[in-house]
T-cell receptor, first 110, second 110 residues
Framework: DSGVTQTPKHLITATGQRVTLRCSPR?????VYWYQQSLDQGLQFLIQ???????AKGNILERFSAQQFPDLHSELNLSSLELGDSALYFC?????????FGPGTRLTVL | QKEVEQDPGPLSVPEGAIVSLNCTYS??????FMWYRQYSRKGPELLMY????GNKEDGRFTAQVDKSSKYISLFIRDSQPSDSATYLC??????????FGAGTQVVVTP
């Protein structure tokens, strides 16, 4: 158990819908990172927040957004969902070179 | 061309053999190099990280970095069936943004 929690574990929704994924970092970690893992693209960095502020951005679509709240939990919002958004979404916390991953949320868009 | 190249395998070895994994990269600015292990449908788990060229050992695992050749390796000695997983290399040159390889699937047969 990494100490990072993610909810929900599974999410099934339809195209065009909006979903919110939630992540709670390990106790004491100020950074949260979001990743998308799909069969064709592998594990892709989306975005990082540090103590409530956006710190780094990867290949995150404009339809996707994230935020980190004062209690340090983070949410990833995915809107106007497309079939290609079906993937595993992970969050991680910790230092850049020592990230601890949560169990992931499996998103299926039908 | 991808910044990080990793052979996806699968790599099948008999129990007790040495598993040899490697990644090549093109960006000479990468500073930190990591190896993660991912069991099916689970979050990646950090095995080792290194900063400089050379070897680093941790139990049955040895990580090697050759910055001059832009090449990193992970060796697993005395492999066990429980080592069967996907192994991902990762590297970074800036705050938060990890670049992952595609992952190599390893199967250790009893």
């Amino acid at each position: 158990d990494s100490g990072v929690t993610q909810t929900p574990k599974h999410l099934i929704t339809a195209t065009g819908q909006r979903v919110t994924l939630r992540c709670s970092p390990r106790s004491g970690d100020l950074s949260v990172y979001w990743y998308q893992q799909s069969l064709d693209q592998g594990l892709q960095f989306l975005i990082q927040y540090y103590n409530g502020e956006e710190r780094a951005k990867g290949n995150i679509l404009e339809r996707f957004s994230a935020q980190q709240f004062p209690d340090l939990h983070s949410e990833l919002n995915l809107s106007s969902l497309e079939l290609g958004d079906s993937a595993l979404y992970f969050c991680a916390s910790g230092q850049t070179n020592e990230q601890f991953f949560g169990p992931g949320t499996r998103l299926t868009v039908l | 061309q991808k910044e990080v190249e990793q052979d996806p395998g699968p790599l099948s070895v008999p129990e007790g053999a040495i598993v040899s994994l490697n990644c090549t990269y093109s960006n000479s600015a990468f500073q930190y190099f990591m190896w993660y292990r991912q069991y099916s449908r689970k979050g990646p788990e950090l095995l080792m990280y290194t900063y400089s060229s050379g070897n680093k050992e941790d139990g049955r695992f040895t990580a090697q970095v050759d910055k001059s050749s832009k090449y990193i390796s992970l060796f697993i000695r005395d492999s066990q069936p429980s080592d069967s997983a996907t192994y991902l290399c990762a590297m970074t040159h800036s705050w938060g943004k990890l670049q992952f390889g595609a992952g190599t699937q390893v199967v250790v047969t009893p």
